[in-house]
């Protein structure tokens, strides 16, 4: 750990909305306070790991951080579902006396980097959004993905980070390229970082595509973003 690190403690938390209760996990740093407040949102495989390593992680830099568990009904429930399921992870935070309640974050990866995009749009408790390789257009729409995030462009008001492997054949790189674009000809505060050599879920150290130089420019390049806009 850096000596600017802080101590982090790691405690598994439950809450509920509708009769659905989510299970996560609350990574708080020791120092005195209050702390601006992030809810992660891991990938369509599950809170692993490797995402509460990465919750750890930003903590430590001085973030109250929520890795919120929203599988908690089926593997993909709907967008609304998942965007309803974050609301209850910030009421959550409402809770917690070291939480700067006008300074909340989100930050998705994979299936949450998707989300992450629709969050920006739909939570106005927000005031950043970061979408690590998420999804911009949906192949299909129905009725758990109705629209595609990129056709919400004009609702996000709120500064917008997106990271991306070039070599990702999940979800192309050009999504996150093409969403970025969409919200700064509309004016908004947006970034992207593209990364020639990594493919998709590179960023996590754990994941079988962890690629750790690209990973470790990543974080330079989220701690910026959080430091000058939350």
Not at 40 to 48: D, E, R, S, V
Not at 104 to 132: D, H, P, Q, T, W
Not at 164 to 175: N, P, V
């Amino acid at each position: 750990m850096k000596s600017s690190e802080l101590d982090v403690n790691v405690i598994q938390v439950n809450y509920e909305n509708e009769n659905t209760l989510f299970s996560s996990v609350l990574c708080q740093p020791e120092a005195m306070g209050k702390l601006p407040a992030i809810v992660t949102i891991h990938g369509i495989f599950g809170l692993q790991e490797m995402d509460i390593n990465f919750a750890r992680r930003l903590a430590s830099l001085g973030y109250v951080v929520l890795a919120h568990g929203w599988q908690s009904k089926e593997k993909d429930p709907s967008d609304q579902d998942i965007v309803e399921g974050i609301r209850q992870a910030i009421e959550f935070f409402k809770e917690n006396e070291r939480v700067d309640y006008n300074r909340l974050g989100l930050i998705g990866i994979c299936r949450g980097g998707s989300i992450a995009m629709l969050s920006g749009a739909n939570i106005e408790e927000l005031k950043v959004s970061v979408s690590f390789y998420g999804q911009a257009y949906y192949p299909v729409l129905d009725h758990k993905k109705p629209v595609s995030p990129i056709d919400l462009a004009d609702k996000v008001k709120i500064p917008m980070l997106f990271v991306h492997g070039e070599q990702d054949s999940i979800f192309d790189a050009q999504e996150s390229v093409d969403m970025c674009r969409a919200l700064q000809v509309r004016g908004q505060i947006a970034e992207y970082k593209l990364y020639p050599e990594p493919g998709h879920g590179f960023f996590l150290k754990g994941h079988r595509n962890y690629h750790e130089q690209a990973s470790e420019d990543a974080w330079i390049i989220l701690s910026k973003f959080l430091q000058g806009n939350l």
